[in-house]
């Protein structure tokens, strides 16, 4: 297992189309958290998966952003009418025990 | 969840040992202390985690008072490498909420 992997790396799209990302945690992680960061700025925390239910979603998060972690595996997180200020690295993270590992992350760029 | 105040920025020189403070004066009794490092443009990478006392790992350690209001993570000899922003996190470990909340964090520059 080579740890956190996310998909893709890098996104661009047009102001008003709809982007899915997706993470993969390592496999016998049961938590699963996304993040959002943009620069200059810590981690921004979106929402937190325990297998596949979701536990918690910030008030941050709008309507339009929504994400699922069908079968406790893989999660995606998608944006719906993406706003220039949904760009930011969109980082994905899992945990089995006090340490989380993260992924390298999906830069998203609207333009 | 208790927040964290750590200073915006740090120098120092290769070789030398860097402590980073952080406040933490809400902490809750049940509350663990969880330091994350950060390269640009990668994810953060746990550093070390401890509840009180002193904690040791091959990389740093961790020393946290009796009071738990605050938490000093010790980095020995840094080197260019150890350039990054370093974050402090305060949060249950193992509960139901267990969502790590990240601050603005430390950057650490490292000059030879």
Known sequence: ?111 | LAKTTQPISMDSYEGQEVNITCSHNNIATNDYITWYQQFPSQGPRFIIQGYKTKVTNEVASLFIPADRKSSTLSLPRVSLSDTAVYYCLVGVYGGATNKLIFGTGTLLAVQP
């Open chain 1, 1 to 111: 297992d080579t740890g956190v992997s996310q998909n893709p790396r890098h996104k661009i799209t047009k102001r008003g189309q709809n982007v899915t990302f997706r993470c993969d945690p390592i496999s016998e992680h049961n938590r699963l958290y996304w993040y959002r960061q943009t620069l200059g700025q810590g981690p921004e925390f979106l929402t937190y998966f325990q297998n596949e239910a979701q536990l918690e979603k910030s008030r941050l998060l709008s309507d339009r952003f929504s994400a699922e972690r069908p079968k406790g595996s893989f999660s995606t997180l998608e944006i719906q009418r993406t706003e220039q200020g949904d760009s930011a690295m969109y980082l994905c993270a899992s945990s089995w025990t006090a340490e989380a590992f993260f992924g390298q992350g999906t830069r998203l760029t609207v333009v």
